[in-house]
């Protein structure tokens, strides 16, 4: 099987793009006329999928927006899956994380169960409860660090250094099989800059950045910054030149439009918000 | 709806018990004869919950355990939610917790599509991805606080005073609605103490006790030792005598035996645990 990061790499070089797109469907916002379909919410992941698939480096299926819907959500969660390329890498947003012994269990989920070539975690419970996800060597596990909302300043800048970097320099450390990554919320772009002194080889899942997203240019600068850590670390140099990015875009993409012309909407803002990234990659 | 605060009351009195029954069920340790049933995981399940229902106080259901068999697994949590019986709490070990949208489609798949009473969810993302849970005024909400596993000390013990305590101090400021508690791991009984100071009427749950669980007499004594910082408070009076505390166990009750006598050596397990309990609340 490839691995997460080798996937990711040929998406990214395939479509020349970043971006992600968030399939955060909810049934009250799509289309009226896709409610005639069996299955109204997978027939939209479809259509988004077919509109976009040779524009991102990945696709990003949030949780839970499916598991609201109960087993039934679970079964389009699977559809939609499955329906993705096999050479799009796939991530489960879950932000699971428990004590070993569930933490396995919610890895089977997501790995074996759904085949998801990736997931986000939560770091809360520590390193032993990420541990069965890092086993899977071939998967991307993405923890969360910064996140973009308010109540980020709750926990994440508590204590010296604040938690969220004490959380980057841990799962840095943890990243022996070259399969971690953060979670660093789009709206702290000034913040990515000391992520990367502290985890400089990590890709980074970027959320909360729509197509108008005014922040990418210092998102870009300082996310692909790494590229120059990198190429400074001889050990690494055969990876200069990957950005180690994935930006994502939910509602500002699968939303564009709630009309019949939606996937085609969709399929144009991804283009916008893959040339505004690519602008600032050179 | 009777809130859970009140349900779980009623349960603490009418089966003169805090304990809560973990039903973590995995198909590779459940005796073999079980096997032969359609569904041989809600089978068991079943069980247990007749042997066990007027001896606990809430049984709680770790979503992890169910979810590792995708929609099927779902299906098996929904059914066994709907078979304890209406007047015992039943709460969704599911640690989730994201931004304000998504923790909302959480809060919809325990509450509205489970029907569960209570719900543990993660602190990380802060106040406002727990809001949505918060709103739901008839449930319970629990939030992660100190864990039991080793992994504890990487974030938990972060800063000073150190994460939990704050985590500890927010939620009890969030528990406007008188539907907050914390999770608190039982192996760490000395820092209840701590807890209380900070957080003296939320309801502890406590997991990590085993049937032969040495700390139960510094569990109690640190959990129920709120009634006393409530008997202080005048405002609080009416609640002197309610221990606010649920105990949970989970594989030294359901797997007491792998043989045909599991139900019977669970609900022994079970009476061993509530009375070794009781011994300690006088």
Redesign the interface.
Known sequence: MMKFYEKYREAVNRNNSLVCVGL?TNPKLIPDFLNQEPDPIFAFNQRIIDATCDLVSAYKL?S??Y?????????IL?KTRDYIPAHIPAIL?G?????????K??A??AFD??GFDAITV?????????EPFLEYKDKGIFV?CL??????????M???PP?YL??AE?VNKWNTNKNCGLVIGATKAELLKKVREFAPELILLIPGVGAQGGNIEEVVKYGVGTIHVEAKRKSCSAEVGLPLLIINSSRAIIYASHESDFAQKARESTITLRDNINKWRK
């Not at 598991?67 to 079964?75: N, Y």
């Open positions: 955060d949030n839970a927006f598991e609201a819907h109960g087993s039934k959500g679970f079964e699977k947003d932000k699971r994380g428990d004590i070993g012994n569930s933490s269990m919610y089977k989920m169960e759904f939560n770091p809360y419970l520590g390193g032993d409860s990420i969360l996140t973009s909302n308010s109540g980020a300043l709750d926990f994440q508590h204590g010296k938690l004490r959380v841990l």
